[in-house]
């Protein structure tokens, strides 16, 4: 016979079961499947001006790993101004390059049990969780409707993928036939999946080459889109948190790597590995507008390897494994006019990341990218033809160069 106290805490086990969600009563926990590093619109990235009151946005996202329960982050973290959302949306996208949805997915968001929400100047919200069920590598559809777009706007202005913009609270219609696409992100920070612990989160931490400048838009053929592809039966999800003309030492197109680790990196759910590639803005930079004397090219690669050095003290302490990728090469960049000095400021940076052992590995894409017969230059095939951001194809040779044992052993 089973005793009254044992049959007690049997019937109290039973009904916490019950009134535990499904997604809650394995060992689990929250992973991003997708991300966007956010920065500050520009003046040539903002909302349409005739859409800026009473207006729905959708915006279509690709993840990397599926599952049944989501949760979205919203966010304000360039406001400075609360900002206010409603009849917020998730649901499955039938194709990256249109705005019609899966009536049969779509899902109401809610925030504490509310379908609107205000965002405070500087923070971002997370959901409550979403049940919806979705493949790996789906294409997600985040609609929401704006009664005021806001004065300072934050996002990802290089998206390289197409939002669109309707008049109106629409944010439940199947098709938006009518509206405005525009190629930015608007106050979308991330997609997290309540996955298996066993899932961990890859980051991918950089400038445009990682964010993915000059693909074809709606493509998804990012160098971290082609590394998930790669990991795509692994347990592995990976964020790209890229922002085009960014730097280790100085604001540029966005804050520094240094000033937004902590929001990019760091505070992400289920992370365990990230990849830096940053550097070769503060190179081209220093000596954009002239020559600089040799004591400013000594300082300023003496600087980056401090800022690396922050960075993996501070990955470190919070567990994470960090891999730091060599500068590919930039001669023949009409921009930045790259000189011998500063491709030798290049090549000591890169020495270090090879020699010093303060990275937990290295991963080598100045030596898989580079041309042999013209070292201080792009492969030709991996060159986009600016010779500083590669080509479809050397986004892929990007991948193909990580080694993945790194995240699986």
Known sequence: MISFTRRAALMTAIVFMCATPVWAQTPSGWVGTWYSAQMKAGADSLLPPELSSNLTLR?????????????????????????????IHLARALSP?????DSSTDRAVTFNGR??????????????????????????????????????????????ATSYVAAGDRAAETSLADATPVNHWYHIAAIEVMA?????????????????????????????????????????????????????????????????????????????????????NDLGMLTKEGPVTPEAHAAMVEQIKQAYVQMIDRAHSHGLKIYGGTIMPYMGMSFYHPEPVSEADRQAINRWIRESGRFD???????AMRDPANPDHLLPVYDSGDHIHPSEAGYKAMADTVDVKLFTD
């Open 59 to 87: 915006q279509i996202v690709h993840i990397t790993k599926g599952g049944s329960v989501f949760r979205l982050r919203l966010s304000n973290a360039m406001g400075a101004d609360p900002l206010a959302i409603d009849n």
């Open 97 to 101: 390059t249109s705005a019609d949805i």
């Open 115 to 160: 379908s609107d929400v205000v965002i405070p100047a500087g923070a971002d919200v997370l959901s409550d969780p979403i049940p919806l069920g979705v493949s790996d590598q789906a294409n997600l559809a985040i609609t929401f409707h704006l009664p005021q777009a806001p004065k300072i706007q934050t996002g990802h202005p290089g998206s390289r």
């Open 196 to 280: 298996p612990a066993s899932i961990k989160g890859i980051i991918t931490f950089g400038d445009s080459i990682t964010d993915g400048y000059g693909i074809t838009p709606n493509s998804n053929r990012r160098f971290p889109d082609y590394l998930a592809q790669r990991l795509k039966d692994k347990p592995f999800t990976v964020l790209n948190a890229g922002i085009g003309g960014n730097r280790l030492l100085l604001d540029g197109n966005g804050a520094n790597a240094l000033a937004r680790f902590d929001r990019d990196v760091l505070s992400q759910p289920g992370v365990r590995h990230v990849i830096v590639l940053e550097g070769v």
């Open 361 to 367: 590995a290295v991963i080598d894409f100045d030596a």
